[in-house]
């Protein structure tokens, strides 16, 4: 299939960075990984995931959802249900929290069971002991995304790396000094970025990269002596701008196992202790709510991950079997295939063919909600430096039916990663110049597609 229409689009593009998250891992006195989670919404439980669970991950994509029974307990940051973490700390040490990396694209590892990124997550901690363990394994399950995510890891043994999946490849960044840090950028451009302005003293922190750059500059020129220091650091790049705003921080405590957390709503940092806890699987799953005063831990009820995800759909709104998503939430150790969601969804591969093959490209698929306008909310979008005639990006997710396809060459990009404009699937800040909450989607009928069962669409650009 190809675009019905060709379009160059001929406006002025305005730098604006969307911030999600920042986390570093540093070895000194102390082995610890800190992280904040900056999200447009702050709902949030910490789950106690017991040993000894038979669990599938849920059937998003495909009929062979990967299945295991937990071999550790752990404890998560769940902002979507039970079994969907953002991150967490199992009892052995090893720390797995995720951030944002767009137009990441997966391999599809030869028609190996499937999972989706957040329960990616929790099949680590309940499985492995060590990030080596995970390494070893990490071509057992091929990734279905709900997002496109990036993985910072550490253990107790010192080991800590960063995964990514870029042009359809695993990438695993060890650490190779005393600390390493994260952004929501791919490791490689984060690097270039600090080569380039690591000196530059007093920089105002406008972007994912001048974040990277601050914390890189500051673990190399600090001593982090305990596991409260850190927090001084999350704090210093930490945002309350809309839309994006540090909901939460914490810190792991590798060696001692055990967790500080403060939230945007309640700063007083509690504690969490994985020695004292008992995860055994003749014990229960239990919660507590993120933002509470008093931190305690209560009795699971499958109820707070309905609230969870009914809440996660207001940031994405999914057509999905609500009951069997209901029925998963309340017991995992039974397959479930949504079938909802995979009649409504597919994953197309995009052949971008440009004249000039230079610059930067920036899309956005935008839904037809009814015969006037499109939908304020985008589907998805992204932007990829273009170095070749043609490049090939995967879109995951797309919901069937009408929708607009708008991009836009920027050939005079020089590589200057300072103006690279980040998106996401809910906005399309590239295409206007005020914030993501205000102005109308722009209209372009002329590149509408309509999408039933098609797994490729050709768009050139002119």
């Given at each position: 299939?190809?675009?019905?229409?060709?379009?160059?689009?001929?406006f002025a593009?305005?730098?604006?960075?969307?911030?999600?998250?920042?986390?570093?891992?540093i070895?000194?006195?102390?082995?610890?990984?800190?992280?904040n989670h900056?999200?447009?919404v702050?709902?949030?439980?910490?789950f106690k995931?017991?040993?000894?669970?038979?669990k599938?991950a849920?059937?998003?994509?495909?009929?062979?959802?990967?299945?295991?029974?937990?071999?550790?307990g752990?404890?998560?940051?769940?902002?979507?249900?039970?079994?969907?973490?953002?991150?967490?700390?199992?009892e052995?040490?090893l720390v797995?929290e995720?951030?944002?990396l767009?137009?990441?694209v997966y391999?599809n590892?030869?028609?190996?069971?499937?999972i989706?990124?957040l329960?990616?997550?929790q099949?680590?901690l309940d499985?492995?002991?060590t990030?080596?363990?995970?390494?070893?394994?990490?071509?057992?399950?091929?990734?279905?995304?709900?997002?496109?995510?990036?993985?910072?890891?550490?253990?107790s043994t010192g080991d800590?790396?960063i995964?990514?999946?870029?042009n359809?490849?695993?990438?695993i960044?060890?650490?190779?000094?005393?600390?390493?840090?994260?952004t929501?950028?791919s490791?490689?451009?984060s690097?270039?970025?600090?080569?380039?302005?690591?000196?530059?003293?007093?920089?105002?922190?406008v972007?994912?990269?001048?974040?990277?750059?601050?914390?890189?500059?500051?673990?190399?020129?600090?001593?982090?002596?305990?596991?409260?220091?850190p927090f001084?650091?999350?704090?210093?790049?930490a945002t309350?701008?809309?839309?994006?705003?540090?909901?939460?921080?914490?810190?792991y405590?590798?060696?001692?196992?055990n967790?500080h957390?403060?939230?945007?709503?309640?700063?007083g940092?509690?504690f969490?202790?994985?020695?004292?806890?008992?995860f055994?699987?003749s014990?229960i799953?239990e919660?507590a709510?993120?933002?509470t005063?008093q931190?305690?831990?209560?009795h699971?009820?499958?109820?707070?991950?309905?609230i969870l995800f009914?809440?996660?759909?207001?940031?994405?709104?999914?057509k999905?079997d609500e009951?069997l998503?209901?029925?998963?939430?309340?017991?995992p150790g039974?397959?479930?295939i949504?079938?909802?969601?995979?009649?409504?969804?597919?994953?197309i591969?995009?052949?971008?063919?440009?004249?000039?093959?230079?610059g930067?490209?920036?899309?956005?698929?935008?839904?037809?909600?009814?015969?006037?306008q499109?939908?304020q909310?985008s589907?998805?979008?992204g932007?990829?430096?273009?170095?070749?005639?043609?490049?090939?990006h995967?879109?995951?997710?797309i919901?069937?039916?009408e929708?607009y396809?708008a991009c836009?060459?920027d050939?005079?990009?020089?590589?200057n990663l300072?103006?690279?404009?980040?998106?996401?699937?809910?906005?399309?800040?590239?295409l206007?110049h005020?914030?993501?909450?205000?102005?109308?989607?722009?209209?372009y009928?002329d590149?509408?597609?309509?999408?039933?069962d098609e797994?490729?669409?050709?768009?050139?650009i002119?």
């Amino acid at each position: 299939m190809k675009a019905k229409g060709l379009l160059t689009l001929i406006f002025a593009l305005k730098a604006y960075i969307l911030i999600a998250s920042s986390a570093f891992y540093i070895d000194h006195d102390a082995k610890l990984l800190a992280k904040n989670h900056d999200w447009k919404v702050g709902h949030g439980y910490i789950f106690k995931n017991i040993r000894g669970q038979l669990k599938f991950a849920y059937g998003w994509s495909g009929n062979n959802p990967a299945s295991w029974t937990s071999k550790y307990g752990s404890i998560t940051f769940n902002q979507f249900g039970k079994e969907f973490p953002s991150g967490g700390i199992n009892e052995k040490g090893l720390v797995v929290e995720k951030l944002f990396l767009p137009n990441s694209v997966y391999p599809n590892i030869n028609d190996s069971p499937t999972i989706s990124d957040l329960e990616w997550i929790q099949y680590q901690l309940d499985n492995f002991a060590t990030v080596k363990e995970v390494i070893g394994h990490i071509n057992n399950l091929t990734i279905y995304p709900l997002e496109s995510l990036q993985y910072m890891l550490a253990d107790s043994t010192g080991d800590a790396v960063i995964i990514d999946f870029l042009n359809g490849k695993i990438g695993i960044h060890y650490r190779t000094q005393k600390h390493i840090v994260l952004t929501t950028e791919s490791l490689r451009d984060s690097e270039n970025y600090y080569r380039m302005n690591g000196e530059i003293q007093g920089k105002k922190l406008v972007s994912n990269f001048d974040r990277y750059v601050h914390l890189n500059s500051s673990l190399k020129n600090s001593y982090v002596y305990d596991e409260l220091n850190p927090f001084e650091l999350l704090s210093n790049i930490a945002t309350d701008v809309e839309p994006y705003k540090t909901q939460w921080s914490v810190v792991y405590n590798l060696d001692e196992l055990n967790l500080h957390f403060s939230s945007g709503r309640n700063p007083g940092k509690k504690f969490l202790d994985l020695r004292a806890m008992d995860f055994s699987d003749s014990t229960i799953v239990e919660i507590a709510e993120i933002h509470t005063n008093q931190f305690g831990l209560k009795h699971y009820h499958p109820d707070v991950s309905r609230i969870l995800f009914q809440k996660s759909q207001n940031v994405r709104e999914l057509k999905i079997d609500e009951v069997l998503l209901s029925a998963h939430f309340l017991d995992p150790g039974i397959k479930k295939i949504d079938a909802v969601f995979q009649d409504n969804y597919i994953d197309i591969v995009f052949r971008f063919i440009a004249k000039n093959p230079k610059g930067m490209l920036s899309f956005v698929l935008l839904k037809k909600d009814n015969a006037i306008q499109p939908s304020q909310r985008s589907v998805k979008a992204g932007q990829f430096l273009i170095e070749n005639k043609e490049t090939v990006h995967v879109i995951y997710g797309i919901p069937k039916g009408e929708v607009y396809l708008a991009c836009f060459q920027d050939p005079g990009f020089q590589g200057n990663l300072e103006n690279k404009i980040l998106s996401n699937s809910n906005t399309y800040p590239f295409l206007r110049h005020s914030d993501s909450k205000s102005g109308s989607a722009p209209i372009y009928y002329d590149t509408n597609l309509y999408i039933k069962d098609e797994k490729e669409v050709i768009v050139k650009i002119k």
